[in-house]
Every structure is written in C-alpha cells, then in structure tokens.
C-alpha cells in the first residue's frame, strides 16, 4: 500500500468516525455524554490528516533558524551556490543579490524568507510572493501575546459557555472559509502549550462548541468569542479586528502577489518598513500596498492594504533563486531567531510563533540552528519550542538522522563574544546524536562535509521515510481514540488480564510519581464550583419572555445538538466532567511523558478508572452528597478525590477487600498496626506508610481492572455498533 492510499486513509477516516459518533449518540447515552469530546479529537486527527496531505506536495526544505543573520548569510552563501559568495534571486525581470541589495546589513527580518527554485509564474508587476496567516493562526499569535504581557488571567469557561449561548441563534447555514473545525483545534492545542498549567481551564467539550459554532458566524460575532483568549482587552480586540479585516478584504487568501518595491526601490537600493525594520533613512514605503490575491494559482484584483496590516498578516516572503541550490530541489527557509520578553511588541510575538508555525505545517525537513538564543531568559522556552518541532516532525526511527542541527560558523556567539548560551537550550533538549546533531562550517572543508550530510538527510527518500513514519501515527491515533469501544471485539479476557499487569508494573517502576497521577486525575476545582454556581443561578433566575439574541430574519439553523446534560442533575454533570477530563488527560502525550509511562499506559488507566466509576456508581455517591443544601465544589472535588485515591474500597468493609501485595497477612489500605494492639516489637522489614499505600493502590487498580473485564453499561453502545466502529477503523 502506497504512501499516498495511507494519507488518504487518515483523511476518510475522522470523517467517517465522525458520522458515526453523531448516529450512534442518538441511541446511545453514554456515548452521547462523551461525544464532545471525542469528536474534538476527530476534528484534531482531521487538521493532523490534512497537513500530512498538504506535504506531499510541498518542496524538501532545510531551515536555517536563529539570531546570527550572518551566521546563516554564511550558509545561504554555500547553499545558494551563488558565484563570488552571493545569493542571486531573480524577482519579476530584476537579478538582485539578496546580501548586497536586500539585506546588506544582515538585519533581522520582520518575516520568514524562502528561497526556492520553483517557478514563480507571477507577472513583473507583482513579482512577490507572500503567505499569509489563516485567522486561526492570527489567533495563536494573540493569545501568545497575551500570555507575555503581565496580565493574563485564566479564560473562565462558564463564560465562554454563556458567550457562545448567546450567539447560537446567529449561526449561518453556510460554513465561512475564514476557519474550519479542524483549525480550532489546532488552536486549542496551542493554546494549551502556552498556557500555564494552572490556567488551562478550557475541556475538549467546549473546544468543540466552539469548533461547530466558529465557522458559522460572521467577523463580529467570531471576534466575541476570540476576545476572551486574551481576556476582553479591548486594545488587543481592535488590533486583531483590524487584521482579521484585511484577511476578509483578500478572501482568506492564503498567498498574495506584491510589488518588487516593497525590498528594493529603483535604484536597486534596500528599502525598509516591510521585510526590514523601519530605520532613520528617508527612503520610507507609502502607508498602503496594492497587493493582489492568489486564488488556485489565478491573480484576483488589486486589494489596497495598510503597510503594518500586511507587515503583520505576513509569514513568509519568496524569493526565486537564480542558480540551483545545494542539495538541489531543496528550498532554503531562513526563519528569524525568537526572543519571549515581557511585554514584547505584537510583531516579536508574531516572529515567535514561526517556528510553531512551521511545525504545525510539519516544516522544513532539517531545520539548522546558528545560535538559537541571545539571553538566559529565552533559554527555557526556545528548548521547549525546538523540542515541540523535534517530537512533531521527527518520528523516532533508529537509523533517521537526526532533524535539528546546530551549525558552528565563524560568526558563532561563541566566537564574537565568548558565550555560549545554546548550550543550556542542547542539554535541555537531551539525547546529542539523537534529538540533535552538530555540524562545522568553518572553512570550505567543513562546508564540504556539511553539504555531503545534507545531501543525505534532505534526500527524496528521507522524506519519504519521514512522510511514511508520520502516515503510520497518524493511523495508530483513531483506534487508541476508541480502543474502549473496540475492547470487547478485539481482546479475550486472557489479554486483558495480561494487559492490566503490565499496566500496573508500568506504573509501579514510576510509582515515586503517584502524587502527581493523582493530582492530575482530579478536575480544576473552578470547573466544578461553576458547576454549582450554575445550578444556584438555574434555580433562582425565571425563565425570560424575550431575547435579543434572537435573529428574526435569519434562517434557523441547528449549529449543534442539545448539551446532553443540559437537564441532568448537578451530580450526573460533575461526574459528566470528571469523566471527560479524565478523557482529555489520558490523550495527551505529555502527560505520558510527565509521567515517564507510555501513551498506552496512560489510555488504559484512564479506561479503567472511568469504567469503574460508572460500574460502582460514582454518580450516585456524588447524588446523595448533592442532597446537602449549599453544595460546593469542593466537596464534589473532595468525593472524586476519595474514589481516585481509594478506587472505592474505603466503603467495603476490611475482612472482604482483596489481600495487600506488600502488608503480609493485612488486607488493602488496612493500617500497619491494629488500634486495639500495643507494638510490642519493630518489624523485620519496616515499611514506610506511603509505599503500603503506593502498592496498595496499585494492586486495587489491578483488582478494578479484572472486575471490568466483561462489564457493560446498559446505556453503552451496542454490539452492532461496536462492529460498525471495528470495520470504519479496520484491522490493526
């Protein structure tokens, strides 16, 4: 089977899984309370999908990243292979050296610049081309923005909840081109990864609210919903409208053809304001561009545009080489070096995002780093950028180069001023030889070698290897997504057996983290005190006679199904949501590795525990706590911290709970020592209280899991939908 029948497979098949959740819920009610988020992460295996589709087509490409513009002048120069060390470009009619007449200072561009050999096909007056931010991505480099300036607080999801109720009614028939669900959640994973742990309040439920509504709104109504990832400030709101307009100027156009004179002025002279930052010199551009939009390769009419609206809406310039480059076939994309200060402009926040960018569109091939960072401060969060590009573009395969290289030049920090700060971003990335490599290019020796390394790393098979590796994740994810739907079909009661103890060795070598397992399994303690809020206000505010949310021209469209716990009880919601947290918890590779378990591990605790809890009834010990008047939510918090710490063998009497692995002759979470019994005498082997209760959770875990084994729901799906499922996800 070919790579690109895989690709296509990864397509067709969130779409039909999608179909399925949405006819199965209406038969199923357990499934329906979980659909949101499942069809959440449909949506993301969708955008992950279409990416890898978009590769197939795009160029091989090496990444030159970092501060030293010289450094990465340095290589361009090699592998532009350019005479008399140029870099020869040939926009429209001009033939322009990009060191001499572009960027002769080496400055920092304002945007990503791509050089390639491709053919440009665009008319002499509008030689340029640009690629442009989608809304969604717009939207990323905001809330990043926010995040830097000081005064970030926590996104409250019983507001959004209310905003998105009040723009229901607004929903058009028709999807607007600006976003897609797919895009949303590729917004929403970024806004987990720049957002403090503590501060991630936002379920995968109402991720996809949002991803079903977005796209039936218009600017205006889009913007409401925005405004709350960076907090309602009204200064960001304009500055994002005022972009989010120029991109509905140009159709979402995703590529614009601009004029030679926003680099160069007649006289070949570099110009700034645009690619380069704005200087002293008289030589300024006009406030407006005429740029024209490209739309399945045809040229659109001429849309004038406000130079920083452009400026920002940017992410990269193409420049055509006018020799081969070296490897030849492959683009060279220099990418600007990022700095993460407080209180940064908006366009530092946009150049931070780049790499992101790149990785979200699973760019370049090798990316080469010439001095990653320019203080101690960005140390950390460059790490963890790289790192974020290595584990999304780089599948682990024992015989793959590695994609991340750092290239020492003459024109190194090292060398300039003796600091080398990359060095602590390489010891927090780990792995040398593995995650990342090192290459020289000193002299012309060294480039030698360098161009004969890339020639092998950036070769038609490697990304082909690249592409098939990614492919085959990509198809791994739908039936670890539905594996406790497919459990009954696919696995014999010996096999789960053997699967529950592996399981709970896998946690037992990571049992000095059990704290944090159990931290991480209880919801935000905010989420569940809203829970209670909104029950008090539903009983205490009447029901109103007349809405202005109401559209009495519009056509009436249904945007999403009723929330399925809409007329539940409060304890049914709160065991609705410690459910779908534990749901979105156990789907994230990082928690896994926080953890030092893998992904599988991680998927079949999360089973286990949410099935126990609908086979003891959770729902029910947390009805009779929401019988008290003046429920908090803290005391429903407390109770699930109860049932993840003891797994419900605190309410089964001591003599009939299973015996202790590591507490001879004593039953589970027994104590150490009977209240009515004097110690007389230590131990031959003393144990500590919490490693008794360490292994006791974990042999309670394993008692759980076997008690599961053959357990369904009388709401749960039934076998012919089970079969249904097994034959859209195949065989595995």
Same mark, same amino acid.
């Given at each position: 089977?070919?790579?690109s029948?895989l690709?296509?497979?990864?397509?067709?098949?969130?779409v039909?899984?999608?179909?399925?959740?949405?006819?199965?819920?209406?038969?199923?009610?357990l499934?329906?309370?979980?659909?949101?988020?499942?069809l959440?992460?449909?949506?993301?295996?969708?955008?992950?999908?279409?990416?890898l589709?978009?590769?197939?087509?795009?160029?091989r490409t090496?990444?030159l990243y970092?501060h030293?513009?010289a450094?990465?002048?340095?290589?361009l120069?090699?592998?532009?292979?350019?005479s008399?060390?140029?870099?020869?470009?040939a926009?429209?009619?001009?033939?322009?050296?990009?060191?001499?007449?572009?960027?002769?200072?080496?400055?920092a561009?304002?945007?990503a610049?791509?050089?390639?050999?491709?053919?440009?096909?665009?008319p002499?007056?509008?030689?340029?081309?640009l690629?442009l931010?989608?809304?969604?991505?717009l939207?990323?480099?905001f809330?990043?923005?926010?995040?830097?300036?000081?005064?970030?607080r926590?996104?409250?999801?019983?507001?959004?909840?209310?905003r998105l109720?009040?723009?229901q009614s607004?929903?058009?028939?028709?999807?607007?081109?600006?976003?897609?669900a797919?895009?949303v959640?590729?917004?929403?994973?970024?806004?987990?990864e720049?957002?403090?742990?503590?501060?991630?309040?936002?379920?995968d439920?109402?991720?996809?609210?949002?991803?079903?509504?977005?796209?039936?709104?218009?600017?205006?109504?889009?913007?409401?919903l925005?405004?709350l990832?960076?907090?309602?400030?009204?200064? !960001?709101t304009?500055? $994002?409208m005022?972009l989010a307009? +120029?991109? *509905? @100027?140009?159709?979402?156009?995703? %590529?614009? &053809?601009? #004029?030679?004179?926003? !680099?160069?002025?007649? $006289?070949?002279?570099?110009?700034e +304001?645009? *690619? @380069?930052?704005?200087?002293?010199g %008289?030589? &300024?551009? #006009?406030?407006?561009? !005429?740029?024209r939009?490209?739309?399945?390769?045809?040229?659109?009419?001429?849309?004038?545009?406000?130079?920083?609206t452009?400026?920002?809406?940017?992410?990269? !310039?193409?420049?055509?080489?006018a020799?081969?480059s070296?490897?030849?076939?492959v683009?060279?994309?220099?990418?600007?070096?990022?700095?993460?200060?407080?209180?940064?402009?908006?366009?530092?926040?946009?150049?931070?995002f780049?790499?992101?960018?790149?990785?979200?569109?699973q760019?370049?091939?090798?990316?080469?780093v010439c001095?990653?960072?320019?203080?101690?401060?960005?140390?950390?969060?460059v790490?963890?950028?790289?790192l974020?590009?290595?584990?999304a573009?780089?599948?682990?395969s024992?015989?793959?180069?590695?994609?991340?290289v750092?290239?020492?030049?003459?024109?190194?920090?090292?060398?300039l001023?003796?600091?080398?700060?990359?060095?602590?971003?390489?010891?927090?990335?780990?792995?040398?030889?593995?995650?990342?490599?090192?290459?020289?290019?000193?002299?012309?020796?060294?480039?030698?070698r360098?161009t004969e390394w890339?020639?092998?790393a950036?070769?038609?098979?490697?990304?082909?290897?690249?592409?098939?590796l990614?492919?085959?994740?990509?198809?791994?994810?739908?039936?670890?997504?539905f594996?406790?739907?497919?459990?009954?079909?696919t696995?014999?009661?010996?096999t789960?057996?053997?699967?529950?103890?592996?399981?709970v060795?896998?946690?037992q070598?990571q049992?000095?983290?059990?704290?944090?397992l159990?931290?991480?399994?209880l919801?935000?303690?905010?989420?569940?005190?809203?829970?209670?809020?909104?029950?008090?206000?539903?009983?205490?505010?009447?029901?109103?006679?007349f809405?202005?949310?109401?559209?009495?021209?519009?056509?009436?469209?249904?945007?999403?199904?009723?929330?399925?716990?809409?007329?539940?009880?409060?304890?049914r919601?709160?065991?609705?949501?410690?459910v779908?947290?534990?749901?979105?918890w156990m789907q994230?590779?990082?928690?896994?590795?926080?953890?030092?378990?893998?992904?599988?591990?991680?998927?079949?605790l999360?089973?286990?525990?949410?099935?126990?809890?609908?086979?003891?009834?959770?729902?029910?010990?947390?009805?009779?706590?929401?019988?008290?008047?003046?429920?908090?939510?803290?005391?429903?918090?407390?109770?699930?911290?109860?049932?993840?710490?003891?797994?419900?063998?605190?309410?089964?009497?001591?003599?009939?709970?299973?015996?202790?692995?590591v507490?001879?002759?004593?039953?589970?979470?027994?104590?150490?020592?009977?209240?009515?019994?004097?110690?007389?005498?230590l131990?031959?082997?003393?144990?500590?209280?919490?490693t008794?209760?360490?292994?006791?959770?974990?042999?309670?875990l394993?008692?759980?899991?076997i008690e599961?084994?053959?357990?369904e729901?009388?709401?749960?799906?039934?076998p012919?939908d089970?079969?249904?499922?097994?034959?859209?996800i195949g065989?595995?």
């Amino acid at each position: 089977m070919t790579v690109s029948t895989l690709i296509n497979q990864t397509l067709t098949t969130p779409v039909a899984l999608t179909r399925w959740v949405e006819t199965t819920r209406a038969h199923a009610p357990l499934l329906d309370e979980e659909a949101g988020p499942l069809l959440a992460r449909l949506s993301a295996l969708r955008a992950s999908a279409q990416t890898l589709n978009t590769l197939v087509s795009e160029p091989r490409t090496l990444g030159l990243y970092g501060h030293s513009q010289a450094g990465k002048a340095h290589l361009l120069a090699t592998l532009a292979n350019g005479s008399q060390g140029q870099v020869a470009v040939a926009p429209g009619d001009k033939h322009l050296d990009w060191l001499t007449h572009i960027n002769p200072g080496h400055s920092a561009t304002a945007m990503a610049v791509r050089f390639t050999r491709a053919p440009s096909a665009l008319p002499e007056e509008f030689p340029l081309r640009l690629r442009l931010f989608s809304e969604a991505e717009l939207v990323q480099i905001f809330l990043a923005h926010y995040q830097t300036s000081g005064q970030a607080r926590a996104v409250s999801e019983e507001e959004l909840r209310q905003r998105l109720a009040q723009l229901q009614s607004l929903g058009q028939p028709q999807s607007h081109p600006a976003i897609s669900a797919p895009d949303v959640m590729t917004l929403a994973a970024r806004w987990r990864e720049v957002t403090p742990a503590r501060q991630r309040t936002l379920s995968d439920d109402v991720w996809h609210q949002l991803a079903e509504l977005l796209p039936a709104l218009n600017l205006p109504e889009r913007v409401r919903l925005y405004a709350l990832l960076w907090g309602d400030i009204a200064e !960001l709101t304009q500055q $994002f409208m005022t972009l989010a307009e +120029g991109l *509905l @100027l140009l159709g979402h156009a995703r %590529e614009v &053809a601009a #004029p030679l004179s926003l !680099l160069v002025d007649n $006289f070949s002279l570099p110009v700034e +304001g645009f *690619l @380069l930052p704005a200087g002293s010199g %008289e030589e &300024a551009l #006009p406030d407006e561009v !005429l740029v024209r939009a490209l739309e399945q390769h045809q040229l659109q009419g001429m849309v004038s545009l406000p130079l920083t609206t452009l400026t920002l809406l940017c992410a990269e !310039l193409t420049l055509p080489l006018a020799t081969p480059s070296v490897p030849e076939g492959v683009d060279l994309l220099d990418i600007p070096g990022a700095t993460y200060r407080q209180n940064d402009s908006l366009n530092a926040s946009k150049i931070a995002f780049l790499l992101d960018y790149y990785r979200q569109h699973q760019q370049p091939d090798v990316l080469m780093v010439c001095n990653a960072v320019q203080s101690r401060a960005d140390i950390a969060p460059v790490a963890r950028t790289l790192l974020r590009w290595v584990n999304a573009t780089q599948p682990a395969s024992p015989d793959a180069l590695p994609g991340l290289v750092w290239a020492i030049t003459p024109h190194d920090a090292r060398f300039l001023d003796g600091q080398h700060l990359d060095e602590g971003v390489q010891r927090l990335l780990g792995k040398p030889g593995h995650t990342w490599g090192t290459l020289q290019a000193l002299d012309g020796r060294n480039l030698q070698r360098l161009t004969e390394w890339l020639s092998q790393a950036l070769s038609q098979s490697s990304r082909e290897r690249r592409l098939a590796l990614l492919t085959a994740q990509a198809q791994a994810q739908p039936a670890l997504l539905f594996s406790r739907y497919l459990a009954p079909l696919t696995a014999d009661e010996a096999t789960l057996r053997a699967t529950a103890e592996n399981g709970v060795r896998t946690l037992q070598r990571q049992a000095a983290r059990h704290g944090d397992l159990l931290q991480a399994l209880l919801p935000d303690p905010a989420a569940l005190q809203a829970l209670c809020e909104t029950e008090e206000r539903h009983e205490e505010m009447p029901q109103g006679l007349f809405s202005a949310e109401i559209d009495l021209f519009g056509e009436s469209v249904s945007v999403r199904p009723a929330d399925p716990a809409a007329g539940a009880s409060l304890a049914r919601r709160a065991h609705r949501l410690w459910v779908n947290h534990v749901r979105q918890w156990m789907q994230n590779e990082e928690h896994a590795a926080l953890l030092g378990i893998d992904a599988a591990t991680l998927h079949w605790l999360g089973d286990t525990l949410i099935i126990a809890s609908y086979r003891l009834d959770l729902a029910a010990r947390l009805e009779t706590l929401a019988a008290h008047e003046g429920l908090s939510g803290a005391q429903l918090r407390a109770e699930l911290g109860n049932f993840v710490s003891w797994l419900g063998f605190e309410r089964m009497p001591q003599a009939e709970r299973p015996a202790s692995r590591v507490n001879p002759n004593e039953r589970l979470f027994a104590s150490a020592v009977a209240h009515d019994k004097r110690l007389t005498r230590l131990g031959e082997k003393p144990v500590h209280a919490a490693t008794r209760y360490v292994y006791d959770w974990l042999v309670a875990l394993y008692t759980r899991a076997i008690e599961n084994i053959g357990y369904e729901h009388p709401l749960d799906i039934k076998p012919a939908d089970r079969k249904a499922l097994a034959k859209i996800i195949g065989p595995r």
